[in-house]
Every structure is written in C-alpha cells, then in structure tokens.
C-alpha cells in the first residue's frame, strides 16, 4: 500500500487552480478562500510528510504503480519532506501579504498562477526522475513567468521577456543535458542514474562528464551562481515584490537539484566525475559572493540592493555545498532555511517601501517619511540584520556553520577571508541604504497630496512581514535541534544505499 | 544517416544560438525556437537511429527501436510549443507598452516608476 499523501502537494494545488480558472476568474473573494485553504492545507500536509520522513525511512510513490524505472517515481526522504515543508510555509505568508496588500486585484490570474507555482516547486522537490524534474521546473517556470509581470507596465514586462528568454535557453540545455544522459546511461530515473553511472564502461565516461557538465550548468542558472547570475537583479527588482519574495524559493531549487543530483548520482567519489564539480563549485561560489557583496555597495535602488544580497546569500550557500561533505551539507541546509526567509522578509517589505515613499519608489534618495515609519524601519533593520549575517539572528548562526564546516577545506584561508570581507562590505551597502530611506527623509513637497492613506487591510501585510521575522527568530533559537534535524539529513543524502534500494528493490541495493 | 541528423543538429543550435544573442525580440524569438527545433532532433536520437522498426509491440516485429525518447519529444515539442507562444505574446506585449523591441534593459530613467 502507497502513501498517497506523497502526492497531494502536486495534485491539491494542480486541482484548485484549474477550478480557480475555470469557475471562479471574476470573483476575487471566493479565489482568495480557496487559495488560502489550499495553501494552508498544503502546509498541513507538508507537516505531515515531515512527520513520516522523519523517522529516516525513504518512502517511494510510483505514479500508475509502474515500477521503477519503468515508470515515474515521487520520492520522499528527508531533504525533500524540508523542502516542501518550507515551500508550503514561505507560500503561506507571502499569501497572506498579498491579500493583505491587494496585490492579487491588479491582474486576473494570480491566484491560480501562485498554486500553479506551488505545484511546480514542490514536485521538483519530490520528483525521484530527472526528466520529471525538467516538466516539474518548466511548470513552475510557466508559472512564475505569469507572476512576474503580474500587473503589467512596460519595464517590468520587457524584463520578463528577458527572463523568459534566458529561461527558454536554460530549459534547452536541460533537455541536451537530460538526451545526453539517457543515450550513453539509458535511464533517466535519478537511482538507476546512479547505478548506471557507476557502472560504466570506460569509453562512455567522457559523454557523460559532459551529460553532468551541461546539468550542473542548468542548475546554475537557476541558483544564479557566477558567473549565470546575471538574470537576477533585473528580474527580482522588476518582479512585484510579493512576488520577488515567493521567487526566493526558486533559487533554492537550483540548489536543492545540485545537492541531490552531485551526492546521488555524480558523488565526488565516482570514477566519473570525480571531485571535478566541487573544484570548480567553490571558487565560483566565492566569487557569487563577491559579486553580490559588490553589487550591494554599489546598487542605486533598493531592489536592486536586495537582488545583490540574494546572489550573496546564494554564494555563501554553495561555498557550504561545494565541501560535498555531511558538516558542509548540513550548513548549507541551514543557511538555506535562513536565506529563504531573509529574501522573502527583504523582498516584502521592499514593497511596503514601495508603496508608500509615491514617486521616489525604492531609489535611494532622500523623500518624505513613509507612512508607519517605525515599524518598517525596524522590520528592515531585523531583516537586514539576518541577510548580512550579524549576531544575533539565524544569518549569523548560518554564516558560522559555513565557516566551521571549511576549516578543514584545503582553501579554508580564502573562503573565511572572502565570507568575513563580504559581510563587512554588505554591512555597509545595507546601513548606507537603511539610513539613506528611513533616516533622512526630505521635507514633504508642498504642491504634492498627500502619500495614501494605508488600506484597512495593511495589517495584514506587516503581520505577514513580522511572521517571516518571527520564523528567523524561531530559527536561532531553536538552531539546536534545526542542526541536528539537518545533520540527519545530509547523513541520509551520502548514505546513497537506502535511496537506490527503496527506489530499485530488485537491485538490491548494491552499487 | 548519422552524419545527417548529427549536422542538422550542430547547425540549428550554431544558428539558434546566434539568433538568441541578437538586440531585437523577433530574431531572439525564432532563435529559441530554432534551439527548440535542435533539441527535439537530439533527443530523438538518443535512442539510437533506426529505420522501419516498431516502437511497441507487435506481433509481426523481430526488432524494436526505443519509445522511450519519442515520449520524451512528445513531451518536449508540447513545452516548447507553449513557451513560444507565450514569449511571442510577451514581445508584443513589451513592445506595444513601450515603443521598442530591443532586448536589452536600458538603464533605468530616473523619473520612471516601478509600482
């Protein structure tokens, strides 16, 4: 008998935004109910998948029962129960603020896009096929596309033509990468791939380095890591920041793809790849966050500012992945945790800014004080606190797993230098920021109106801001058992036996 | 047959991604779907070129070529397919609301709004 709980947090949403386009397009209340049901249904059940993965079994959900790898398999461990588990949570909040902030009544569609979107990262996180993954990324591809320029206006649309662009490039490669792997292996179910690959004649390595080559490039883009990230701060500070918050998650799926396709099927102790990707991974991963950490100093508007940090955050992540050791894994989770809750925080309430400094918008340069000034100050002072990794919210904590997991790594001086010299520099692009929007703001210009009155509603939107800080704030005090729940993880991700043996029973599970 | 398919392959990518890195949306649009034209091919070959054999089984067959990729193609040509259609609209889009088709973000003017 199959859990089939496995599966509904692709099916639920999938079912909910057919019957918003289908039955419910003009009728704002009632697609805000049921978003906001199934979303929370899909937290409810994402916690409730984190309870069966916990026991540190792998449980297998073969789509029409075929087996693997004849047919299509979900795979719940724990890396992927987390995932979906933060998913669920990030989408919830941003949810609330955008109902909160009403940003879902300027464009039809949103809400049936945001399940869409929903639907699409949480089944590439539980997808245990590699061409899964690729419909998996294009459905959620399809549907940030449709958020992204949610709203319309000529900037924000000729970004997204961009984006969309670059994402059709990214999406090619996927499938050369993905036909590349399945001529020389002849299987694309990710524990076969393993197998497979393992067991290689030796004249076919070579076109498979370039299968792997391809793939890691794919995932890249999609992690924004150097020198692919290009993308990023033109589309997030053009995305709507509501929006912007929820797309913090998609970095992630380029990271959580790299993590469970480099330990599984390419680990650094396989005759074909060797070490050859965690080589390359870490001094680009230094040098994203270099990048970012310049980008933060230099930017000359707030989205900008905050799209920078986000590459940073990305760079630190991957420094943590590039060990490809269980102390360096279990860091990059955390610091994943933290850096998709500091994004959002930061993107949320780059929007609350936004609306209310009227023509000035997110530029940095003085204007009149925003409406409920205090309080956003201190949401950005919190926020930014966590992104640059000052004590005593989780971004500190994170920053100090990443370091103590690189003491031992042969560029350990370079990495600590890089990381303790990007915080510095981010330190000072985000209080030069801070104190450009909230410390010095400009005499009210007589012949303008008024900046508009706050909707009755805003509560509901701070509320969702102060959620996301309550949630970093939970993750520092708790970082003890979050650590240790992470350690369980990263050891079940190098123990590849189980996984294979779960997914392939015939095989036996030997390697 | 190799050296056939494998050179309409190599030429549509050349050509694709050139396309893909010109300044105007509507040579950029045919140039993904030029690469989308390319991969749909490669695909199809990676399970091996063969002529007048049966993807399924029947009883008259003695040898089968892999169904797998046709699938996997099929799948791809209706993703691709979509995509195109929705950059298309995009480009129009992007062009209509601000008089240019060119692809690159201009640094943004300083009196614009992002709202």
């Known amino acids: 008998m199959m859990n089939h709980w496995i599966i509904a947090p ?19 209340v009632l697609q805000r109910v049921f978003s906001l049901g199934a979303t929370s249904a899909a937290f409810a059940i994402a916690l409730l998948l984190m309870v069966f993965a916990s026991d540190g079994g792998i449980e297998v959900y073969r789509l029409g029962d075929w087996p693997a790898p004849f047919g299509i398999v979900l795979v719940l461990d724990r890396l992927s129960a987390l995932m979906v588990l933060l998913t669920a949570l990030l989408a919830l909040i941003v949810l609330l603020y955008v109902i909160g902030s009403g940003w879902d009544r300027r464009g039809p569609h949103f809400h049936a896009l945001f399940q869409f979107q929903i639907m699409g990262i949480s089944g590439a996180f539980l997808t245990g096929d590699a061409f899964n993954l ?12 449709g958020l992204m320029i949610h709203a319309g206006g000529g900037q924000r649309i000729r970004a997204g033509v961009q984006y969309v662009v670059l994402n059709l490039a990214g999406s090619t490669l996927f499938l050369f990468a993905l036909g590349t792997l399945y001529g020389v292996a002849g299987t694309l179910n990710m524990a076969d791939l393993a197998l497979k690959v393992a067991s290689l004649p030796a004249g076919d390595q070579a076109l498979l380095r370039v299968g792997a080559t391809l793939l890691i490039l794919v995932f890249a883009i999609k992690a924004a890591l150097v020198p692919l990230q290009f993308w990023l701060p033109g589309t997030y500070a053009n995305a709507p920041g509501p929006v912007a918050a929820l797309f913090a998650i998609m970095t992630k799926v380029g990271a959580y793809a790299i993590i469970r396709m480099f330990t599984l099927v390419f680990p650094t102790d396989s005759a074909v790849t060797g070490s050859m990707f965690a080589d390359v991974l870490m001094p680009l991963a230094l040098i994203t966050l270099g990048i970012g950490a310049i980008g933060v100093l230099g930017a000359d508007r707030l989205g900008r500012l905050i799209a920078f940090a ?3 955050s990305m760079g630190t ?3 943590a992945v590039a060990l490809f050791t269980p102390a360096g894994i279990t860091a990059a989770l955390y610091y994943l945790a933290h850096s998709t809750f500091a994004g ?8 609350l800014v936004r609306e209310r400094r009227g023509r000035a918008g997110d530029r940095l340069r003085a204007a009149p004080p925003l409406e409920q000034h205090g309080l956003i100050a201190a949401f950005f002072f919190a926020a930014a606190v966590a992104m640059v990794g000052m004590p005593p919210l989780s971004g500190f904590i994170g920053k100090l797993l990443v370091l103590d997991a690189t003491r031992a790594a042969p560029m350990a001086v370079a990495i600590w230098a890089t990381i303790l010299i990007a915080s510095l520099v981010m330190l000072v692009g985000f209080a030069r920021a801070g104190s450009v929007v909230f410390w010095k703001p400009a005499p009210p210009p007589k012949d303008m109106e008024p900046a508009r009155a706050p909707a009755p509603s805003d509560a509901l939107a701070l509320g969702a801001v102060g959620a996301v800080l309550a949630i970093m704030v939970a993750l520092t005090v ?3 058992p979050v650590n240790t729940y992470m350690t369980g993880i990263s050891a079940q991700l190098f123990d590849t036996a189980p996984y294979i043996a779960a997914v392939l029973p015939s095989s036996g599970g030997v390697q | 047959m190799e050296a056939l398919v494998a050179t309409a392959v190599g030429v549509m990518t050349a050509v694709g991604v050139f396309l893909i890195l010109r300044l105007r949306t509507f040579p950029v649009v045919l140039g993904t779907l030029l690469l989308s034209y390319a991969v749909n091919l490669f695909l199809f070959a990676t399970g091996r070129l063969y002529i007048d054999r049966a993807p399924i089984f029947t009883e008259a067959a003695r040898a089968y070529t892999d169904p797998l990729p046709q699938a996997l193609v ?12 929705v950059v298309v609209l995009l480009a129009l889009g992007a062009y209509l609301d601000t008089g240019t088709d060119r692809i690159d973000l201009a640094r943004q003017d300083d009196d614009e709004d992002v709202t």
Do not use: C, K, N
């Not at chain 1, 909910?16 to 419910?24: D, F, R």
């Not at chain 1, 690729?134 to 596309?145: P, T």
């Not at chain 1, 959002?344 to 929007?351: M, V």
């Not at chain 2, 099929?74 to 259609?85: E, K």
């Open chain 1, 10 to 28: 692709i099916v639920l949403p999938a079912f909910v935004a057919a019957a918003m386009v289908l039955w419910m397009r003009h009728d704002i």
């Open chain 1, 134 to 145: 690729f419909v998996f990324f294009e459905v959620m591809l399809i549907a940030s596309y």
């Open chain 1, 310 to 312: 986000v590459i940073a």
């Open chain 1, 317 to 319: 992540l991957f420094v």
């Open chain 1, 344 to 351: 959002a925080a930061l993107f949320l309430i780059l929007d």
């Open chain 1, 478 to 480: 708790f970082a003890g």
């Open chain 2, 74 to 85: 099929l799948t791809a040509i209706v993703i691709s397919f979509g995509m195109t259609a």
